[in-house]
């Protein structure tokens, strides 16, 4: 059974950006790159609809966004020091 291939963000963008300019057909990509047809499409689409997150005036963390995190970290730090303080007296004994 083949491995699934993992490739890199800088691999997947210069393709996108070979299929976005047009000057080579999707067959002559796939066969320049070793990459399907298909995943090429569908990596072209991804990077026209990530163009929008790029000229975007709002900002890519919204509030809503950011108190979840604030929350989920102050809770890391409660459950840290429940964990220091269980283990310092631990090591007292």
């Given amino acids: 059974m ?45 990077a026209l609809d990530g163009m929008n997150s790029i000229f975007s005036t709002e900002p890519v963390n919204t509030k809503a966004q950011h108190e979840k995190d604030v929350k989920e970290l102050h809770a890391k730090i409660g459950e840290l020091l429940v964990e220091k303080d269980f283990l310092l007296k631990a090591s007292a004994h």
């Avoid at 890199?8 to 070793?34: C, M, N, P, Q, Y």
């Fill in 2 to 46: 083949n491995k699934r291939r993992n490739f890199s963000s800088s691999f997947k963008s210069k393709v996108a950006l070979d299929a976005l300019r047009g000057d080579l057909t999707l067959a002559e990509i796939s066969a320049k790159h070793g990459v399907h047809q298909s995943q090429i499409t569908k990596w072209k689409k991804q």
